[in-house]
């Protein structure tokens, strides 16, 4: 919980580099596997080949997409599926869904879960500082709240979709990085 609040306070300071957001995803997800294995979850991977470039601090997305994917495990009670995939999105100027992005080309980072999902009346919440559904001792409510913070220092925004019984989706859209092409 330290080093998360930390976080907070060091806020705008981190090393952006061109990075492989697959790459990321590799590691992170080899990270979290032995864990979901546990509980019977099965990890899909569907990357897509032709993803851009992203200019971001590898060791602070990799905390995003093992964050989401620890979420998206705890959501899951009696085994089911992630899947994690990777688009190119292209948002265009008049693109109203998306306020907050400039027209470019993003690297689009999918998480999806066969979980419980996220009531309604709790939607606009998720991502405030201190707010958790789980229980004491188990959850400091700071891992969403770090995860919308690091996602839009790098210029992105991280976008949710849930229904209750059949699971909840993220979709973490990053930048490219003008100038380099696709990895």
Known sequence: MVSQLLGFARKGEFLALPMNLNDALRDAIELVERVMKKKEIEIKKEFSNELPVIKGDSSQIEQVIVNLLMNAGDAITHGGTITVSTITKKIERNDNR????????????????????????????????????????????????????????????????????KGTTFVVYLPAFVGHSSV
């Open 98 to 165: 998306y306020p907050l992005l400039t027209p470019g080309t993003y690297a689009c980072l999918r998480i999806s879960d066969t979980g419980t999902g996220i009531p309604k009346e709790i939607m606009d919440k998720i991502f405030d500082p201190f707010f958790t559904t789980k229980a004491p001792g188990k959850g400091t409510g700071l891992g969403l709240a770090m995860v919308y913070g690091i996602v839009r220092e790098h210029q992105g925004i991280i976008d949710v979709e849930s229904q209750m019984g």
